[in-house]
């Protein structure tokens, strides 16, 4: 069983692998969520995802607005 801080750990690499694979920054992460109801600054946003200190629905708004249609937990 994995403890929290590992849990942490892997939403932060997933949300931050999927906006390396699709080339996206903090700046165009921030605008796609804007024109979606979401609005959190580049900073305020790099700050969430180092913290890994956010909700399930913001890292579900963050992976539909990127693009991403699967989640892979395991690199197996």
């Known amino acids: 069983m ?3 801080d590992k849990w942490i750990s892997l939403v ?3 949300l931050r692998a999927e ?6 920054t903090y700046d ?3 605008e796609r ?3 979606n ?3 959190e600054t580049p900073v305020n946003l790099r700050n969430k995802v ?4 956010f ?3 913001f890292f579900v708004q963050c992976l539909s607005v990127m693009g991403a249609v699967t989640v892979r937990l395991t690199d197996d």
Request: proline share 0%.
């Open 12 to 14: 932060k690499g997933i």
């Open 50 to 53: 180092a913290r890994g200190g």
């Open 19 to 24: 906006m390396t694979r699709r080339g996206i």
């Open 33 to 35: 969520l804007a024109a």
């Open 37 to 39: 109801g979401v609005n």
């Open 28 to 30: 165009q992460l921030s």
């Open 55 to 57: 909700s399930a629905a």
């Open 2 to 4: 994995k403890t929290d």
